[in-house]
């Protein structure tokens, strides 16, 4: 089964940082936008950012633009999200997630075109 592991999340203080990190052991992303996303407890999963396979197209939501980065290393294969000057109300589950029908970032990504979708990683913003 296809699916992403993601890593990195954990308990952070407002206003650090955190770099999450997601992977498909054995598949390749070539081609592939690559979208993160998050689930708040009792809320809708939403799409945060997304990044084109090689033509440098980036998306991201008004919550975390300024904030958060996102990067892929196609030579390993894996995508990132750098998250700065973190709030209490960015705590979720992130997860992150291939679009099946787009190569660039097209938007905000929509989780019913994205798939492969894994356990995501706990991010926690408490002080």
């Known amino acids: 089964q296809v699916q992403f592991v993601e890593s990195g999340g954990g308990l952070v203080q407002p206003g650090g940082s955190l770099r999450l990190s997601c992977a498909v052991p054995?598949?390749?992303?070539?081609?592939?936008?690559i979208g993160w996303f998050r689930q708040a407890p009792g809320k809708e999963r939403e799409g945060v950012s997304c990044?084109?396979?090689?033509?440098?197209?980036?998306y991201y939501s008004d919550s975390v633009k300024g904030r958060f980065t996102i990067s892929r290393d196609n030579a390993k294969n894996t995508v990132y999200l750098q998250m700065n000057s973190l709030k209490p109300e960015d705590t979720a589950d992130y997860y992150c997630?291939?679009?099946?029908?787009?190569?660039?970032?097209?938007?905000?990504?929509?989780?019913?075109?994205?798939?492969?979708w894994g356990q995501g990683t706990q991010v926690t913003v408490s002080s």
């Open positions: 997630a291939a679009d099946l029908e787009y190569s660039r970032c097209v938007g905000r990504p929509r989780t019913a075109r994205y798939s492969y």
């Open positions: 054995g598949f390749s992303l070539d081609y592939y936008a």
């Open positions: 990044i084109g396979y090689s033509d440098g197209s980036t």
